[in-house]
């Protein structure tokens, strides 16, 4: 019998928990995705149709170039938006192509019941052991968790470094270290370590220094290469960027609840998918009073299209400029270094006039 090679979308840096997940709680071996680049979105758009958003283009990509670096199980999730439909069909097209992959559509197992998680995984290896996934799975939560927290951490300060590149080679090595890991205590250790090394990075931050809040949809506002790298741009030009929207806040701890209390003045209805945490954080960054909010999403992506005249009503309540990317295959970086400068440029001055 074939070796079962899964994998799994590349997402920011949650491929070390999806091994660890794959590999020790399935007993299968893992592929892990290649970075995004340009090549996987040209596959992609190759093979998607045209006015699909760009999430199922960047999948699609992905899908391809993991079956040649050897996956033969690709697993695709479900969502509460389109992406829900494009398991479906990103099984379709890759038939088509003639590639010959297990696919194992997670949307088809959607409500969150425990039989439907067992039924899941079931499909991607039928005699799993539910022992070993019991065991890794809190391991694997935690892991997501610390990741968030690093990256948090890491938005806050990295524009200020006083030695370029000091961040990023502390957190590959953390991201390569969590991939070895199996227990809880071996996790926190390590997340312990890295906390320590990443405080003891020098830094030099002014007194008040520039703070944006980075809103939008969920994968492109995770996926750097999807959003040109837009926290690496801001951060280098010596802004602190927060970004509330990761794995751990919306599928672990979302406050659904008090978000749509927080926006009832705003919205009365959700409008699906990452709609209340996107008003929710504008609202709150806006009261907080930071220099400015950066609204990202790909072309297409109703539910964001919705959130805009709402984004609108709040930017003019509270006076805070709000910079909007819709990003697609076709983004010239010419024109989103632009009027990402250019927003710059806007609340550098603001923020001296204010003074
Ligand atoms: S949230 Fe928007 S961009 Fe993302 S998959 Fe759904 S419709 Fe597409």
Redesign the pocket.
């Known amino acids: 019998m074939k070796k079962l090679k899964a994998s799994f979308p590349h997402l920011g840096s949650y491929h070390a928990p999806l091994e660890v997940f794959f590999t020790a709680g399935f007993g299968v071996d893992y592929i892990v995705p290649p970075p995004i680049t340009k090549r996987t979105l040209e596959i992609g758009s190759r093979y998607s149709p045209d006015y699909?958003?760009?999430?199922?283009k960047y999948h699609l990509g992905n899908f391809i170039e993991t079956i040649e670096a050897g996956a033969n199980t690709l697993v695709q999730s479900s969502?509460?938006?389109?992406?829900g439909y494009?398991g479906e069909l990103h099984e379709q097209i890759l038939q088509d192509l003639g590639y010959k992959v297990h696919f194992v559509n997670l949307a088809k197992y959607k409500a969150p019941k425990p039989i439907n998680f067992y039924n899941g995984f079931k499909e991607i290896k039928p005699d799993m052991s539910l022992t070993k996934i019991a065991q890794i799975f809190p391991v694997v939560l935690k892991m997501f968790e610390h990741i968030d927290e690093v990256e948090d951490f890491i938005r806050q300060n990295v524009g200020f470094e006083s030695t370029i590149g000091s961040f990023d080679k502390v957190h590959a090595d953390f991201l390569s270290d969590l991939r070895m890991i199996r227990k809880k205590k071996e996790l926190n250790n390590t997340y312990r370590n890295y906390m320590k090394r990443f405080k003891e990075i020098s830094v030099k931050k002014p007194n008040n220094p520039l703070r944006v809040g980075i809103i939008g949809?969920?994968?492109?506002i995770m996926e750097p290469f999807s959003n040109h790298y837009i926290e690496k741009e801001l951060a280098q030009m010596g802004i602190i960027v927060d970004r509330w929207l990761n794995v751990s806040n919306t599928l672990l701890h979302y406050p659904k609840k008090e978000m749509k209390k927080h926006i009832e003045d705003y919205v009365k209805y959700p409008m699906?998918?990452?709609s209340i945490p996107t008003i929710d954080r504008a609202l709150d960054y806006a009261k907080k009073g930071y220099d400015g909010i950066i609204h990202v999403?790909?072309f297409?992506?109703?539910?964001?299209i919705d959130t805009i005249p709402v984004l609108q009503n709040i930017s003019n309540d509270y006076k805070i400029p709000i910079l909007y990317f819709s990003f697609d295959t076709q983004t010239s970086e010419t024109g989103f270094t632009t009027r990402l400068e250019a927003f710059y440029d806007m609340i550098v001055m603001r923020k001296e006039a204010k003074k």
Do not use: N, Q
């Open positions: 699909v958003c760009a999430p199922f969502g509460v938006c389109r992406l494009y949809e969920y994968y492109t699906g998918a990452t999403k790909s297409g992506c109703t539910p964001e």
